[in-house]
C-alpha cells in the first residue's frame, strides 16, 4: 500500500522525503486562478522517481455547469491540465465532480460531464487518466450522493473514467464510510485513488474542512478499513505540515499494513 500527501508544489520531492511520502499529489498552478500549468523544471526529476504522482485540478473547474462562462473554461483548462499532468509522469488527474445552480436540473450537468469526455476525444484524449473526486456539498452536486453518482457514470462511463474517493467529503456529503468501497465500486467498477481525512465537521454537515486522522468527527478505523478494502494509493490532504501529514501517514502505514 503507498500512502502519501497532497504537498506545496514548489518542491514535491523534498516534501515527499521530509513526510517518508510514497506518494505526492499537487497543483501544477494557482488553483484558484484560471491559469495554464506552469512548466516545471524538475519534470523530469518527477517522472524518473520512485515516488507516485498524482496531480489536483484547480478548484475553479466545474465542467458540470450550465453557466457558458465558467463551463467552456473549465473544459478547456482541464484538458490542458491533463496535458501538463502528463510532463510529470502523473498517474491521475484529480477534477471535484462538480455541480449545477438551482433550479437548473441536475441531468444537464452530467450531459455536460459527457461532452467534456467528447471534447476532450476530439482533441486527441487526455493525456492523463482523469479522477472523478466525490464532494461534500451541495444539493446538485454530481458526485456527493452516490444515486447521482450512478446517474453520472451511465452517461460517462464508456469514457473509462477514473474515481477517488474523499472520506471527508463521503463523510460530511451524507455517504456512510461503512461498505463505501463496495457501493462505489458497484458504480464506477473502480477506485484509483483514496483521500484519506479526517472531517472537522459531523455527519452530512455539507462541509468540507480536512481534520488529522484521529482528530476529527470519523472513526479512524472507518479510514483505516476503506483504504483495506480499496487497495488503491492513498494521499492525505491533511493540515499540519511535514509533522501532521507525517504523523498520518506513519499511522495509516501501521495500520493498514
Known amino acids: 500500500m503507498r500512502i502519501g500527501a497532497h504537498v506545496d508544489r514548489q518542491d514535491p520531492l523534498a516534501a515527499a522525503a521530509e513526510r517518508k511520502a510514497e506518494v505526492v499529489q499537487f497543483f501544477l498552478s494557482d488553483p484558484q486562478a484560471w491559469v495554464d500549468p506552469e512548466e516545471r523544471s524538475d519534470a523530469a526529476a518527477l517522472k524518473a522517481s520512485d515516488v507516485d504522482v498524482f496531480v489536483h485540478a484547480p478548484y475553479r473547474i466545474n465542467v458540470a455547469t450550465t453557466n457558458n462562462r465558467i463551463r467552456i473554461p473549465s473544459r478547456k483548462l482541464l484538458f490542458t ?8 509522469g502523473a498517474k491521475g488527474l484529480i477534477v471535484h465532480g462538480g455541480h449545477v445552480d438551482k433550479p437548473d436540473d441536475i441531468g444537464k450537468g452530467i450531459d455536460n460531464w459527457r461532452k467534456t469526455f467528447v471534447y476532450a476525444q476530439e482533441n486527441g484524449g487526455f493525456a492523463t487518466p482523469v479522477l472523478i473526486e466525490n464532494t461534500a456539498g451541495g444539493d446538485n452536486a454530481c458526485a456527493r450522493r452516490f444515486d447521482n453518482l450512478a446517474r453520472l457514470w451511465d452517461a460517462i462511463g464508456e469514457y473509462n473514467p477514473g474515481f477517488c474517493l474523499d472520506t471527508c467529503h463521503a463523510h460530511a456529503g451524507g455517504e456512510n464510510l461503512l461498505g463505501i468501497v463496495d457501493r462505489v465500486k458497484a458504480i464506477t467498477g473502480r477506485i484509483d485513488l483514496i483521500h484519506a481525512n479526517d472531517s472537522r465537521d459531523a455527519f452530512d454537515s455539507h462541509r468540507d474542512r480536512h481534520d488529522n486522522i484521529g482528530n476529527g468527527q470519523i472513526d479512524p478505523d472507518l479510514i483505516v478499513a476503506v483504504i483495506q478494502a480499496a487497495g488503491a ?3 492525505v490532504e491533511t493540515p499540519g505540515g511535514a509533522e501532521g501529514q507525517g504523523g498520518d501517514i506513519a499511522f495509516l502505514r501501521d495500520r493498514v499494513g
Open 81 to 88: 491540465y491533463a496535458t501538463g499532468a502528463a510532463t510529470v
Open 233 to 235: 494509493p492513498v494521499v
